[in-house]
Structure formats: C-alpha cells, structure tokens
C-alpha cells in the first residue's frame, strides 16, 4: 500500500471513529428504577384489556393531570392495552411528581446547611462546624427527581391487578419527555414484570 493510500484510510478510520463519538454524544440514557407487581387472579389476562381512567379529585381542573394522562396513554397503547370508556375491564389511577434540588458532584442533594463556603452543620455538642465541599461547582448543577405510577384495578371486583411506578433523578430539564420517558419505562415487562427493584434504560437524543 502506498503512503498516499495509508494517509486515505487513516483519514476515513479517523472520520468513522468521530462519527460513532459524535453519535454516542447526541444521545442520552434515561435510567429508572422501576418496580412493578402484578396480582392477576385466576382466568383473567391484562394483555390487550381495556380500561378507563380514574382521576382524583385533584386531578380534575390540574392541566398537567391531562398531560400525564396523555404520555400514559401512549405508552399503554405501545404495550397493548386500549382505551375504551364504556366497555372497560379496568380502571387505571395515573400518578406523577417532580422536585428539583441543587446537586453535589456524585448527582446527590446537598444536605441541608450547604452554604457556598461548604457544610454548616452541628457536631457531638461542640457547636457548629464547617465543611468544606472538594471538587464542588459554584453555583451547583440543579437536578430533577421525577416519578409516575399507574394502578390498573379490576372494574368488576375493585381488585388492584397491576401497580408500578418509575423514578428518576437527573440533570434533564425537559419535563414533558422526560415525564413520558418514565411512563414507559413502568410499563417495561407488562404484563409480566420481574419481582423486585430493577433499572430501565432508555435512550434518547439530546
């Protein structure tokens, strides 16, 4: 191979290498820790069933009740279940929460007394004491802690057939996609979830 032919494949390598760093870049992995329980009795499926939604006094005049609403549906349709108002099996409780707080280094809530000059806090009777924050970023990162749930109950006899929920804490400000992104994550494995806490991942583009 001659010098100029090496020199074109170091230069085609050196573009396909920054072009799988560039696409890695433009995507983000949303990680939830997800729990699910499903109680389904005897002779009943959930695959495919049809439901309604049941809102909370709260929910009703609350716009974003009707957002959350929404993104659920969505990702109850990708899974296979179907909205049907009159000819409902189940009736579905669509929960949601977010908070946002400042971070430490690791992504953790600062702990309460931070100051910009480190950690006020009390110490065996002594009186307060100082500490100091290494590696600390002035002003620190806000982050989002962000849940849903949905509680699926069987119309005929009340009975709770499907209860999950999805967390997530992170540094994305985007609300609405994150929001939906969670609701799929708690309907991952429907309608047969793994016993336990487990973590979905779901990646998206930045």
């Given amino acids: 191979m001659t010098t100029k032919s090496m020199r074109r494949w170091a230069c085609l ?12 870049a433009s995507m983000r992995i949303i990680d939830s820790d997800v729990v699910s329980v499903a109680a389904v009795p005897p002779g009943m499926s959930l695959q495919g069933a049809k439901y309604r939604f049941e809102r909370l006094p709260s929910q009703v005049n609350n716009p974003e009740a009707g957002l959350a609403k929404q993104q659920a549906q ?27 707080y400042l971070a430490d280094p690791w992504g953790r809530p600062l702990p309460p007394g931070w100051t910009p000059y480190g950690n006020v ?10 500490g100091l924050g290494m590696g600390m970023r002035f002003p620190p990162p806000t982050h989002y802690h962000r849940e849903v749930s949905l509680i699926m109950r069987d119309l005929k006899t009340g009975q709770v057939v499907y209860e999950t929920r999805a967390v997530h804490d992170g540094p994305w400000r985007d609300n609405t996609t994150i929001f939906a992104t969670l609701f799929q994550a708690a309907l991952a494995n429907f309608p047969n979830p793994p016993t336990g806490l487990r973590r979905v991942n779901i990646e998206l583009p930045r």
């Avoid at 349709?77 to 929460?97: E, I, K, M, T, Y």
């Avoid at 806090?121 to 100082?130: S, V």
């Fill in 74 to 100: 969505a990702a109850m349709s990708a899974v296979g279940l179907v909205r049907d108002d009159a000819g409902a099996q189940l009736s579905v409780l669509v929960g949601f929460a977010g908070t946002q």
């Fill in 13 to 24: 390598l050196g573009a396909l290498a920054l072009s799988g760093l560039t696409g890695c």
């Fill in 121 to 130: 806090y009390m110490g065996n009777g002594l009186g307060p004491h100082i």
